[in-house]
C-alpha cells in the first residue's frame, strides 16, 4: 500500500460540467501522475508532475489540466467534460528505481 | 505508433503448467520495464520491475529483458487460478511511463 487515494471513487455528470479529481499521497513522494484507462486503450499518460507547482504534458493532455500546490495533493480538472471523457482514471506515485504505485481509480462517466 | 506491444489474448492455461506473457517496445531509449497484474475492476498491482538485461526471478514469476531485441517476457510457473487477470506492460522513458494495452490470462483449474 503506497498511501494513495482518490476521491470521488465514482462520479457521474453532465456534458459541459467542470469536474475535478483528486489524488492524494501520504508518503511524500516527489512524481505524481494521471492515467486514463479505455478499453482497447490501456492505460495513457494525462500529466505528471515532479514537483510542488511543476507539471508536464502527457500524451493525451487535450481537454484536462491539472494542479499540485502541496506534495500531497495532485488535482486533475475536466474544464468542461465531454462524453468521450468518460474512462476509469488512476493515479499514481513514483518510487526510487521508478516504480510506480497506483491508486484505487476513479470511474467517471459523462452523459 | 504504438510504443508498447502486447498480445491481447486471451491466453489460456490448465492448473500448473507455465504461462509465457510477451512484449515488445520501440523506443530504443527505455530504461526500465514493468509487469503490472490487473484484477477486473481494480488498479494495476506491480508485480515485476527489470533494468538490465537477462532474468530477473521472483517466487513464480521470472521476468526477461533483451534490449538488443526490444522484448520483455513474463513466465509464470506452477501457474495458478488466482493468477487469472489482465497483465500489463509497462516501459519507462525518462519521466513518462507507457503501457501495453494488457494481456488477458486464464487459468483454467
Known amino acids: 500500500d503506497a498511501g494513495i487515494t482518490q476521491s470521488p471513487r465514482h462520479k457521474v455528470t453532465e456534458t459541459g460540467t467542470p469536474v475535478t479529481l483528486r489524488c492524494h499521497q501520504t508518503?511524500?513522494?516527489?512524481?505524481m501522475y494521471w492515467y486514463r484507462q479505455d478499453p482497447g486503450h490501456g492505460l495513457r499518460l494525462i500529466h505528471y508532475?515532479?514537483?510542488?507547482?511543476?507539471?508536464d504534458k502527457g500524451e493525451v493532455s487535450d481537454g484536462y489540466s491539472v494542479s499540485r500546490s502541496k506534495t500531497e495533493d495532485f488535482l486533475l480538472t475536466l474544464e468542461s467534460a465531454t462524453s468521450s471523457q468518460t474512462s476509469v482514471y488512476f493515479c499514481a506515485i513514483r518510487e526510487d528505481l521508478n516504480e510506480q504505485f497506483f491508486g484505487p481509480g476513479t470511474r467517471l462517466t459523462v452523459l | 505508433q504504438k510504443e508498447v506491444e502486447q498480445n491481447s489474448g486471451p491466453l489460456s492455461v490448465p492448473e500448473g503448467a507455465i504461462a509465457s506473457l510477451n512484449c515488445t517496445y520501440s523506443d530504443r531509449v527505455s530504461q526500465s520495464f514493468f509487469w503490472y497484474r490487473q484484477y477486473s475492476g481494480k488498479s494495476p498491482e506491480l508485480i515485476m520491475s527489470i533494468y538490465s538485461n537477462g532474468d530477473k526471478e521472483d517466487g513464480r514469476f521470472t521476468a526477461q529483458l533483451n534490449k538488443a531485441s526490444q522484448y520483455v517476457s513474463l513466465l509464470i510457473r506452477d501457474s495458478q487460478p488466482s493468477d487469472s487477470a489482465t497483465y500489463l506492460c509497462?516501459?519507462?522513458?525518462?519521466?513518462?511511463?507507457?503501457f501495453g494495452t494488457g494481456t488477458s490470462l486464464t487459468v483454467i483449474p
Open positions: 508518503e511524500n513522494h516527489r512524481y
Open positions: 509497462a516501459v519507462n522513458i525518462p519521466n513518462q511511463f507507457y
Open positions: 508532475s515532479y514537483g510542488v507547482k511543476d507539471t
